[in-house]
């Protein structure tokens, strides 16, 4: 139980292009997902936190016009890279939580990799 | 201070030795705290979580926990060459009921 499935897997495009990102919840419903960002031999770096039906909650320093997120399902949150550029190159990862409980895990996707040449 | 202090390693066992992973916090209000498994290039998998002081076992795996000195580390029995991974700890921090503070992963590496 508990799979979280995001797509695409690899992202390979031009500066400039927009790209969006889904993460989706299998067999569970994800009232709270998460967007992280994470670079080579770094550790994971929260980007923001999305409640179904309501605006996401961007961590300091993250740009919400740049990095758009959409929550309209309890199975299904969007992250689109807007106006991407090489600086934007990094793994993003979804996870999601199960419950509004604070204390259930968050469960993962497998990750998108993506790179702005 | 960091919020979450992970050794960074590696930490390196020989295979069927026991690996021991520790994480301290610096918040005395964190009330969850979840070990997750990343292979490099992959994202990272649950193993445990453990809310109580005590110990919790899973198989191969007992996470430990102390409020009181603010630690929680990993217990690996029976080390294989496919626990090699970095192990990141993650807290609730107190006041952000929502998102997890990740430490920066401890690297292991079991050898033959």
């Known amino acids: 139980g508990a799979v979280v499935s995001q797509h695409p897997s690899w992202v390979i495009c031009k500066s400039g292009t927009s790209v969006k990102i889904e993460c989706r919840s299998l067999d569970f419903q994800a009232t709270t997902m998460f967007w992280y960002r994470q670079f080579p031999k770094q550790s994971l770096m929260l980007m923001a936190t999305?409640?179904?039906?309501?605006?996401?909650?961007?961590e300091q320093g993250v740009e919400k016009d740049k990095f758009l997120i959409n929550h309209a399902s309890l199975t299904l949150s969007t992250l689109t890279v807007t106006s991407a550029h090489p600086e934007d190159s990094s793994f993003y990862i979804c996870s999601a939580r199960e419950s509004y409980r604070f204390n259930q895990p968050q469960h993962f996707g497998d990750g998108t990799r993506l790179s702005i040449l | 201070q960091k919020e979450v202090e992970q050794n960074s390693g590696p930490l390196s066992v020989p295979e069927g030795a026991i690996a021991s992973l520790n994480c301290t916090y610096s918040d005395r209000g964190s009330q969850s705290f979840f070990w997750y498994r990343q292979y490099s290039g992959k994202s990272p998998e649950l193993i445990m979580f453990?809310?109580?002081?005590g110990d919790k076992e899973d198989g191969r795996f007992t996470a430990q926990l102390n409020k009181a000195s603010q630690y929680v580390s990993l217990l690996i029995r029976d080390s294989q060459p496919s626990d090699s991974a970095t192990y990141l700890c993650?807290?609730?921090?107190?006041?952000?009921?929502?998102?997890?503070?990740f430490g920066t992963g401890t690297r292991l590496q079991v050898t033959l």
């Open positions: 453990i809310y109580s002081n």
């Open positions: 993650a807290v609730n921090v107190n006041g952000t009921a929502s998102k997890l503070t």
């Open positions: 999305s409640n179904e039906g309501s605006k996401a909650t961007y």
